[in-house]
């Protein structure tokens, strides 16, 4: 089994550094074309199912890449971003100096926004397991399966399912391939948009 996780495209808010977890803005041209550019470095791959994040931005970049594929993506509401509680839509700057996350978050994972009313990152780890455990449930073992998400929840997921190997935070529409044999993940590729 083969699993396509792919980031969203760039958002009008990731452009204007604003903390987007659960609240959407739409993909920015930019994100457009940097989807787009993904989407073609994917057809060489035979996509047979694909989930996405029912959050807008995972929507739209999920409908580019399979505007030719003849499928449609099924929302999983498990895939979405972490919730950054009442925080969401502030200026990443200042949610920064509040000092939440630690400051090697990207390995320790200490991302805990209950306090603001939002999620920890291991809960949204946790369902993003459950979904992906359904969703190998009912797929065969030669299925390409895509998966489009969100930044932080989907580094935080993906590093839990390859806890040995080493990758950097996907940017704006990065796709990891991720092999799953004999009950075991493993990375084989990782493509960047090229705009």
């Not at 949610?95 to 920890?120: A, C, F, H, Q």
Request: charged share 25%.
């Amino acid at each position: 089994m083969r699993f396509i996780f792919v980031r969203h495209g760039k958002t009008h808010f990731n452009e204007i550094n604003l903390t987007q977890g659960w609240c959407d803005s739409p993909l920015s041209k930019v994100g457009i074309r940097q989807v787009e550019n993904i989407s073609k470095q994917l057809e060489q791959y035979q996509i047979d199912k694909a989930y996405t994040s029912p959050l807008g931005r995972a929507v739209q970049t999920a409908n580019i890449i399979l505007s030719k594929k003849g499928i449609e993506p099924i929302y999983e509401e498990r895939f979405k971003e972490v919730n950054f509680g009442i925080l969401e839509g502030i200026s990443t700057e200042l949610v920064r100096k509040l000092n939440i996350e630690s400051p090697d978050w990207l390995e320790d994972l200490d991302m805990d926004y209950r306090p603001y009313e939002g999620e920890d990152i291991h809960d949204v780890i946790s369902k993003h397991h459950e979904a992906l455990q359904k969703i190998i449930q009912v797929s065969s073992d030669d299925d390409t399966i895509l998966i489009v998400g969100h930044g932080c929840s989907l580094y935080g997921f993906i590093k839990s399912l390859l806890p040995q190997q080493s990758f950097k935070f996907p940017n704006n529409a990065t796709a990891m391939i991720v092999d799953y044999v004999d009950e075991t993940f493993s990375l084989k590729k990782v493509l960047d948009p090229m705009i």
